[in-house]
């Protein structure tokens, strides 16, 4: 049986990323704020107070900045993304709500965004997208962006495992993440990392954000499940939480 080729993070060059990610917006590819962006919000409620000056760092189509500038209106919106397509998308979403500010590409950054400009910075469904050296180039950035005080939220996939969630091109005889993934974080991994970039960790923890976004959806989901797999036969948990919050301050 022939050997698969698997694509590393180094083969994910800018160029290349940002092709994929032109495409997907192109295409209206349903994105994670999408489907629990609300329930990341009410979670969060819960935990600090949301005001000031927000940053939604790799803002993808602005759906998400939308939902924050709908829930947060005495605060002002800003977003950055990689895709100059998705930037075009993001302005035009949100283009008629007016406590939304700039939306820029990231080469925009320098001369857009000052050092302690903002409250807090999102970071969704962003950081496992990163190669190992724009990771730390990143959460530097953003650490420079944020205010004393400020608050970091980091969303990604708990522990996941990148190859089994990979697809085979016929056409370059390679596989790839399906979604252009290229790290996996588990609650350590996300602690340590966020630590080793000057940023203290208030929580990193497993998470379901369905819970918070339809209550009654995720328990009737969880119940069906019960019920087809009769507790403690399946290996699988109901109620499983498949994602990593991170919550982490600029002291």
């Known amino acids: 049986m022939k050997e698969i080729v698997y694509k590393t993070e180094n083969d994910w060059t800018d160029d290349v990323t940002q092709k994929f990610w032109d495409y997907k917006v192109t295409e209206n590819h349903p994105y994670f704020t999408e489907e629990v962006g609300l329930g990341i919000i009410k979670m969060l409620k819960q935990k600090i107070e949301i005001k000031g000056d927000i940053l939604d760092y790799g803002c993808g189509n602005g759906t998400f900045i939308g939902y924050l500038a709908n829930d947060f209106p005495n605060s002002s919106i800003f977003g950055l993304d990689f895709s100059k397509d998705s930037v075009t998308e993001s302005n035009r979403k949100n283009k008629q709500t007016e406590n939304v500010k700039t ?116 328990y009737k989901i969880n119940f069906k499940w019960w019920l087809k797999n009769k507790l403690g036969i399946s290996k699988r948990l109901p109620f499983q939480r498949k994602h990593l919050f991170g919550i982490a301050q600029k002291k």
């Open 103 to 218: 939306i820029i590409h990231f080469e925009d950054l320098d001369a857009t965004y000052k050092a302690n400009s903002f409250d807090i910075i999102f970071l969704i469904e962003t950081i496992e997208h990163l190669r190992s050296d724009l990771l730390t180039k990143t959460l530097g950035i953003i650490y420079s962006l944020l205010k004393p005080n400020g608050y970091i939220i980091v969303t990604t996939p708990f522990n996941e495992d990148l190859k089994v969630n990979s697809v085979y091109c016929p056409f370059c005889d390679a596989a790839h993440h399906h979604m252009q993934h290229v790290q996996s974080f588990t609650i350590e991994r996300l602690s340590a990392v966020l630590k080793e970039n000057k940023l203290t960790p208030v929580e990193v923890n497993n998470i379901d954000f369905n819970y918070f976004q339809d209550k009654i959806a995720y």
